[in-house]
């Protein structure tokens, strides 16, 4: 740090700007002109930090606030059905739904994410905006504030796992957020094979849902979901008002295999 630009700001204020986990270069930083820009008045406003300019806030403290990171990820939906919020995606990028969808007899003939309400172009418009915004470095960041407090949370209410870096940074979200339960669906069956299943973060469960309507659980990956036609369904959301209820089985790694009732 520069000693003209050092000796301007109190001593625990530097202290605190060098030990901040987000700072990846604070000598840079200091030496430029954003540095000239941070003067906190006293050393208790560096140590209560009351309030942040928005420089500060993006310079040095790298806090976002909700209203950016809804804006960068297009934000989080909330299933009726769920005890929390979920991410979507459009079901039309889906890699392998997109192909089953013209399969007769799989679980993607009738995808309800291509029907009622996701037809409509405004919610289209925000899937797709979040689907870009998987691209955008910020992503992880501002899934982690949206989803952090969170009890419980669902990956993919609609859309699929893109590729094995979407994958990853989700693991890096449910790693940020190590105090929410994260329950991911998915039919990409490829990607799951490039992976150890002991290296998911403890708190997220990935279930590989079978193709077909009443074929049985995969044999490749510990926990899997199943849909039936018959009476051998495990859900008992169809007889709960078609709520989760108290139930938390899609979550729960002690429970090997759910078997959904057919749409
Ligand atoms: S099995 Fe339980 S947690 Fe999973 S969808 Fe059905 S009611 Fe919800």
């Known amino acids: 740090m520069c000693d003209s630009v050092a000796g301007s700001i ?12 987000h700072c990846p270069d604070w000598k840079g930083i200091a030496c430029g002109p954003r540095a000239q820009a941070f003067k906190l008045g ?17 310079g040095y403290y790298r806090i976002m606030n909700k209203k950016e990171a809804k804006q960068i990820t297009g934000g989080l939906s909330k299933p009726s059905k769920m005890p929390g919020p979920a991410h979507n995606l459009p079901a039309v990028a889906c890699k392998t739904g ?5 399969v007769p007899g799989s679980v993607c003939a009738g995808c309800y994410a291509l029907k009622g309400r996701y037809r409509f172009s405004n919610v289209q418009q925000a899937l797709q905006r979040r689907l870009a915004a998987l691209e ?16 419980w949370f669902r990956w993919h209410d609609s859309g699929d796992i893109q590729s094995l ?17 994260h329950w991911m669906p998915t039919r990409e069956a490829q990607f799951l094979k490039q992976l150890d299943p002991a290296t ?18 995969v044999k490749f990956w510990p926990w899997t979901s199943t849909v ?3 009476s051998s ?6 007889d709960q008002g078609n709520q989760c209820g108290d139930c938390r089985a899609c979550w729960d790694r002690s429970t090997a295999n759910v078997c959904y009732g057919k749409h």
């Open 10 to 21: 109190p001593q625990v204020a530097v202290s605190l700007w060098r030990t901040s986990p």
């Open 42 to 58: 006293s050393v208790e406003s560096a140590v209560k930090t009351p309030k942040l300019d928005r420089l500060q806030a993006i």
């Open 98 to 102: 997109a192909k089953l969808v013209n």
């Open 136 to 151: 955008d470095p910020r992503w992880v960041e501002a899934m982690t504030t949206l989803i952090s407090g969170q009890d």
């Open 165 to 181: 870096k979407h994958l990853e940074n989700i693991f890096e979200v449910c790693k940020r957020t190590s105090k929410t339960r």
């Open 200 to 217: 998911i973060p403890t708190n997220l469960i990935i279930r590989m849902s079978s193709h077909m309507i009443d074929s049985g659980p």
């Open 228 to 230: 039936t036609s018959g």
């Open 233 to 238: 369904r495990t859900c008992p959301a169809p």
